[in-house]
């Protein structure tokens, strides 16, 4: 028999699979099971009567590029809607700033073999996301953690820990944040603390990689608006590399997103992408192009935010009733997430096992923990409720399957004190 593993590169035996989409086959294997692990949006929101008009006019063969290779940079007239969009996040941009990306993956991936050699480090919030996390250890970074309190990143800690890197000869390359409404934990970064990051940055002289993709999805109006606002606008010093996509907006299924970056990055970006994939769908790229022309984007937006905070008020209003007093969590503002902490005794990882088998599944909190520098894992009773996706009545269900299993794990864990009695409260 060959031995495949001697054929490994160091990068290809070292990567690991995602843990979320591990869950996702163990979806497929269970019928019935009520699914809070991946971050899908709705599919009843996409947009199918538009979509399906626009891609018949697209394919009719009018347009010879339609199906062609396109320009590594992306779609022109899509890159134009792309500056507008900047341009109304108060960051206004120009085209050789621009790369549309396969996703806001591929912008991770990319900007992580632009600016990582092996050993460099990348500061991450903790917990953070778990594509990222891939994304730089693929290219054998090491990861630095920072805690978050409720309003983000803890900034003095952020630069002791620097501090720490930089006195032990480590080169710390860039800041990797998800400033609103984080994946996993659904926090929102302070302006406070947005102004003091870009400060500190240059102070240090690292760069921040800025990944926005939940922000248009605020669910208080006014109120969250001017919150949502990206370092990016603020960065009078060229710090900062930005991220966003259609995929929460439009739907996941284009792989279509975007970088905008300072232009001797972007010419980097643009070259490692050429090896990626030469171009982004055309097809894909002049989809979401059209359905932003025809206005369909921005007049969706009221209606997400409406469609997901009565999500997040579902399975809030579900949690406190089956397992309140047992379990904390913040509420977000925005996003797709519940971050919920579960009493300090119980795994959330051996939990998903018997959450399985009462039919419902999440990702378990140590997925979104990446320190190699000494803090250690973290997460252990931590897990991710996403509440995008599932109907209503099956997000109510759900939690109810949940809470079933979390008291009969208790129980298992400690027969002598049974579940009923609520642990004391923890800080989510
Ligand atoms: N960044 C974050 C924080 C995300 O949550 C996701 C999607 N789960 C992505 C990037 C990737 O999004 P996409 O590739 O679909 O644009």
Known sequence: ?????????????????????????????????????????APETFPSADLQDIAQSLVSGSDPYVLQYGPTRGFRPLLEQIAGIMDERGAPTSLDRLLVTTGSQQGLDLVARVLIDPGDVVMVERPTYTGAIMAFRNVRASLAGVEQGPDGVDVAA????????????????????????????????????????????????????EDDPYRELYFE????????????ADDEDGRVIYLSSFSKTLAPGYRVAWIDAPVPLSDRLEVAKQSADMCSGSFDQR???????RGILSRRLPMLRGHY??????????????????CTWAVPRGGFFLW???????????LVERAVRHGVVYVAGDAFYADDDGVGPGGRNMMRLAFSAAPPDRIREGVARLAVAIREEIEALSPAAPAARPAPPRPA
Do not use: C
């Open 1 to 41: 028999m060959t031995d495949y593993q001697g054929f490994l590169s160091t990068a290809g035996r070292d990567m690991r699979e995602s843990p979320i989409r591990r869950m996702g086959a163990l979806l497929g294997k269970q019928r019935g099971i009520i699914s809070f692990a991946p971050g899908y949006p």
């Open 158 to 209: 952020l630069d002791a820990v620097h501090q720490r890197l930089v006195a032990d000869g480590r080169r710390v390359r860039f800041l990797y944040l998800v400033p609103n409404f984080q994946n996993p934990t659904g926090l929102l970064l302070s302006l406070e603390k947005r102004r003091a990051l870009l400060a500190w940055a240059s102070r240090r002289n690292v760069l921040i990689l």
């Open 221 to 232: 109006g006014a109120a969250t608006e001017a919150e949502v606002r990206p370092l990016r």
């Open 287 to 293: 989809m979401v192009h059209e359905v932003a022309r």
């Open 309 to 326: 905070r009565d999500k997040r008020d579902v399975m809030s209003d579900a949690l406190r009733q089956e397992l309140g007093g047992l």
């Open 340 to 350: 919920v902490a579960l009493p300090e005794i119980v795994d959330a990882d051996r």
